[in-house]
C-alpha cells in the first residue's frame, strides 16, 4: 500500500540522502523510514524510480557521446601540446573503458543464453522425471 508521502521518501532516498534527511524530506519519523524501506512493495517501487532514473541519465549521457568524441578527437590534433596530450590520454582511457565493457556486456550476454539453456533443460528433466 502506498502512502501520501511516497513520493517525497522516494525522490529523497534517490538524491542519496541520509535516513535523517529523508525523513525531514518527507516529514516522518526516521523509523517510518526504515519501516516504509522493509515494505517489500515499497522497496519494489523504490528499485523502479530508480531504474528509470539510470535509464534516464544513461540515454543522456548517450546521446552526447558522439558529439563529445568528436569533440576530444579534434583536441588531440590541438597545437597547444598540453591540451593535445591531455585528450589523447583520455582518448585512450575513454577507448579502454568501452573495450571492457564491451567484453563484459559480451561476456554477461554469453552468459545469460547459457543459463536460459541450462533452466531448460533442468525443466525438461524435472518434467520428464515427473
Known sequence: MF?????????????????????????VSRRTVQRRLRDPEFRA?????????????????AAGRSAASRRLRD??????????????VSMLRVSRDYTDLYELTRRTTALDRLTDVLVAERDARNEASS
Do not use: M
Not at 502512502?3 to 516529514?27: M, P
Not at 524510480?49 to 535509464?55: G, H, L, T, V
Not at 583536441?75 to 589523447?88: F, G, I, K, Q
Open 75 to 88: 583536441l588531440v590534433d590541438s597545437e597547444n601540446e598540453t591540451v593535445a596530450l591531455r585528450a589523447s
Open 3 to 27: 502512502k501520501g508521502n511516497d513520493a517525497r521518501l522516494i525522490a529523497a532516498f534517490l538524491a542519496g540522502q541520509t535516513l535523517d534527511k529523508i525523513a525531514d524530506a518527507a516529514g
Open 45 to 61: 517501487r523504490v528499485d523502479r524510480e530508480n531504474d528509470a532514473a539510470i535509464r534516464g541519465t544513461v540515454e543522456e549521457l
